[in-house]
């Protein structure tokens, strides 16, 4: 099954043309501020003002810019097609028939959903990665206002930003799975995805970080958790996953989401009809 699903649906031209618009970000925004190379950008601060110092600079800044939503409505979109397409396509319960067991559908769908986030973020990553090192070179992880990151420590720091965030983008790819599973239509899981996404950036946004209610609903939802990462990179000594408090609860509310989107997901595939 999983063969068919990567087939069928992460090497369709739909699939491969949105995985090429995440990639092609930061290529575009290296481009765009070339002139820039080795010099704060703009006066900005935090990983956008210290992009053109390096490659690993600008990957990580071109996957801050991505990560709030151009990189999750991608994934959504993925993620609720693969759980939605057998239905759509009026093909479900001939897969059954073939036979395919509920389980072993589910397994597959669920791995390719996986190996789709993990390409979008990693496309995106590899790009910066590439097109950094083309336009700004090679050299130290800079950080504003604070001492350069040796390379060991930038691309440990690195590597944990970009597990977080793939982490991350699987719990909004198990809501779109989930939805996509649920209702009849896999547009209808992507908008209604693309909603939750917006509504709850806004809502975040404009929640008062001291208290109140839009706050209490603000942290229980996973997009609150989604910008914790930079401050890996944004600050001078030694901090790792485990000081930062707001990151561990962010990865505790992923798998969270995680585990009640797939068990939502289970329970629909396995009690429904497949042809509803």
Same mark, same amino acid.
């Given at each position: 099954?999983?063969?068919? &699903?990567? =087939?069928?649906?992460?090497?369709?031209? =739909?699939?491969? %043309?949105?995985?090429?618009?995440?990639?092609?970000? !930061?290529?575009? +925004?290296?481009?765009?501020?070339?002139?820039?190379?080795?010099?704060?950008?703009?006066?900005?601060?935090?990983?956008?003002?210290?992009?053109?110092?390096?490659?690993?600079?600008?990957?990580?800044?071109?996957? $801050?810019?991505?990560?709030?939503?151009?990189?999750?409505?991608?994934?959504?979109?993925?993620?609720?097609?693969?759980?939605?397409?057998?239905?759509?396509?009026? %093909?479900?319960?001939?897969?059954?028939?073939?036979?395919?067991?509920?389980?072993?559908?589910?397994?597959?769908?669920?791995?390719?959903?996986?190996?789709?986030?993990?390409?979008?973020?990693?496309?995106?990553?590899?790009?910066?990665?590439?097109?950094?090192? +083309?336009?700004?070179?090679?050299?130290? @992880?800079?950080?504003?206002?604070?001492?350069?990151?040796?390379?060991?420590?930038?691309?440990?720091? +690195?590597? +944990?930003?970009?597990?977080?965030?793939?982490?991350?983008?699987?719990?909004?790819?198990?809501?779109? @799975?989930?939805?996509?599973?649920?209702?009849? *239509?896999?547009? &209808?899981?992507?908008?209604?995805?693309?909603?939750?996404?917006?509504?709850?950036?806004?809502?975040?946004? $404009?929640?008062?970080?001291?208290?109140?209610?839009?706050?209490? %609903?603000?942290?229980?939802? !996973?997009?609150?958790?989604?910008?914790?990462? !930079? $401050?890996?990179? &944004?600050?001078?000594?030694? !901090?790792?996953?485990?000081?930062?408090?707001?990151?561990?609860?962010?990865?505790?509310?992923?798998?969270?989401?995680?585990?009640?989107?797939?068990?939502?997901?289970?329970?629909?595939? *396995?009690?429904?009809?497949?042809?509803?």
């Amino acid at each position: 099954m999983l063969r068919v &699903e990567l =087939r069928t649906q992460i090497l369709r031209l =739909r699939t491969l %043309i949105a995985l090429g618009c995440v990639a092609a970000v !930061p290529v575009a +925004a290296g481009l765009a501020t070339a002139t820039s190379a080795g010099h704060r950008y703009n006066n900005q601060d935090g990983l956008f003002g210290a992009s053109t110092y390096s490659a690993l600079n600008h990957a990580m800044a071109s996957l $801050q810019f991505t990560g709030p939503l151009l990189l999750p409505i991608v994934v959504a979109t993925l993620a609720a097609a693969i759980a939605s397409a057998d239905r759509d396509w009026g %093909i479900l319960r001939y897969l059954y028939v073939a036979p395919v067991t509920r389980t072993r559908l589910l397994i597959g769908k669920l791995t390719a959903v996986t190996i789709a986030a993990v390409t979008a973020v990693g496309g995106n990553v590899l790009a910066g990665v590439l097109t950094g090192l +083309a336009v700004f070179g090679w050299h130290p @992880f800079h950080i504003i206002d604070a001492p350069d990151l040796p390379t060991a420590a930038a691309l440990g720091r +690195a590597l +944990a930003a970009t597990a977080y965030l793939t982490l991350c983008m699987l719990s909004i790819a198990a809501i779109a @799975f989930a939805l996509g599973v649920l209702l009849p *239509r896999g547009a &209808e899981a992507v908008a209604i995805t693309i909603g939750f996404l917006v509504a709850a950036s806004i809502l975040n946004g $404009q929640a008062d970080p001291d208290g109140g209610v839009l706050h209490t %609903i603000a942290v229980a939802l !996973p997009v609150h958790y989604w910008q914790s990462w !930079p $401050q890996l990179l &944004e600050r001078a000594g030694s !901090p790792d996953v485990t000081s930062l408090p707001s990151m561990a609860t962010g990865a505790v509310a992923q798998v969270a989401t995680i585990a009640v989107s797939v068990a939502l997901a289970v329970l629909v595939l *396995r009690h429904r009809d497949p042809a509803a």
